[in-house]
């Protein structure tokens, strides 16, 4: 897998990526709550395959998200994270 650098602007998100055993687990900590949607349709976006263990998603008060993300789908996500315009800029490393 190859490793991915990310930005994201640190005025309205604050974002912790951790290991997780083999997963990735994200915290992401948003200003206000005009995020929701774009998390939701992150959410939409895998929950249109049929792999039920790819992502999960737990939606915490004060516009926090905890997002466990399978290693095979990490690309994916912050992708889709730079689809919705939360992150700025992707690069492979």
């Given amino acids: 897998m190859m490793k991915v650098e990310y930005k ?3 005025q309205f998100l604050e974002l912790k990526e951790t290991p997780n055993g083999e997963d990735f687990e994200f915290t992401l900590t948003f200003v206000d709550n ?6 939701e349709e992150i959410r939409e976006y895998f929950d249109t395959n049929n792999i ?3 992502i999960h998603f737990y939606i915490h008060p004060n ?3 905890q997002i466990i993300v ?9 992708i889709q994270l730079f689809k919705q315009q939360i992150v700025e800029k992707i690069k492979w490393v």
């Fill in 70 to 78: 399978r290693k095979d789908f990490y690309n994916e996500f912050i």
């Fill in 63 to 65: 516009n926090r998200f």
């Fill in 8 to 10: 994201y602007n640190e």
């Fill in 52 to 54: 039920l263990t790819d």
């Fill in 34 to 39: 005009k995020w929701k949607k774009k998390i």
